[in-house]
Antibody, heavy 118, light 113 residues
Framework: QVQLKETGPDLVQLTQTLSITCTVS????????VHWVRQPPGKGLEWMGAMWTGGGTDYNSAFKSRLTINRDTSKSQVFLQMNSLQTDDTAKYFC????????????WGQGVLVTVSS | DIVMTQTPSSQAVSAGEKVTLSCKSS????????????LAWYQQKPGQSPKLLIS???TRESGVPDRFVGSGSGTDFTLTISSVQAEDLAVYYCEQYYDTPYTFGAGTKLELK
């Protein structure tokens, strides 16, 4: 069945760069969009950005220029990279799929909890 | 950015009770082109990823029990659970996908009375 799986570090040092990989299966990155959503412990959901089917990206301006999303369609992987991490970037990071450019997220990964440590 | 406001933040319910959750957006989510409301509802249980329950404000996803009903249009939306079951205790989020950045409400936590 459709799956998304995030892999990344549990711990990142303050001001360093976070890199997370979302590996998808049973669907093509050229047919479905993949988004990144994060959730600080005990708090709500925040959309970070998207990799569209055509290879373009869209970012939440809240992350200014810290965030980059890329993909490797041959490996069915989407990558999140965010630099200059602060303690309030501590969160569970999810990748999720949408069926269209403007649709809800029908499949989610299990998420990876990243702690930013000083 | 479109601001999503959910009320109440938490609600204590008994099994079998009917519950109504509210979600309001700071601007209309109704497309004049296709007459669809760009709103989704998610259920998140502790330690789990969110689960899409309803899209387009009122379209239930496959496998979602029919006790979950989404309604509303424009800026005011409602998720109604007609007869709450124990497995429905969770946090419910609304989300707009009308425009980026997509935004979520702060959530409504359903707790046992």
């Amino acid at each position: 069945q459709v799956q998304l799986k995030e892999t990344g570090p549990d711990l990142v040092q303050l001001t360093q760069t976070l890199s997370i990989t979302c590996t998808v299966s049973r669907f093509s990155l050229t047919a479905f969009n993949v988004h990144w959503v994060r959730q600080p412990p005990g708090k709500g959901l925040e959309w970070m950005g998207a990799m569209w089917t055509g290879g373009g990206t869209d970012y939440n301006s809240a992350f200014k220029s810290r965030l980059t999303i890329n993909r490797d369609t041959s490996k069915s992987q989407v990558f999140l990279q965010m630099n200059s991490l602060q303690t309030d970037d501590t969160a569970k990071y999810f990748c999720a799929r949408s069926r269209g450019s403007y649709e809800g997220f029908d499949y989610w990964g299990q998420g990876v909890l990243v702690t930013v440590s000083s | 950015d479109i601001v999503m406001t959910q009320t109440p933040s938490s609600q204590a319910v008994s099994a079998g009770e009917k519950v109504t959750l509210s979600c309001k957006s700071s601007q209309s989510l109704l497309s004049s082109a296709n007459k669809h409301n760009y709103l989704a509802w998610y259920q998140q249980k502790p330690g789990q990823s969110p689960k899409l329950l309803i899209s387009w404000a009122s379209t239930r996803e496959s496998g979602v029990p029919d006790r979950f009903v989404g309604s509303g249009s424009g800026t005011d939306f409602t998720l109604t659970i007609s007869s709450v079951q124990a497995e429905d205790l969770a946090v419910y989020y609304c989300e707009q996908y009308y425009d980026t950045p997509y935004t979520f409400g702060a959530g409504t936590k359903l707790e046992l009375k």
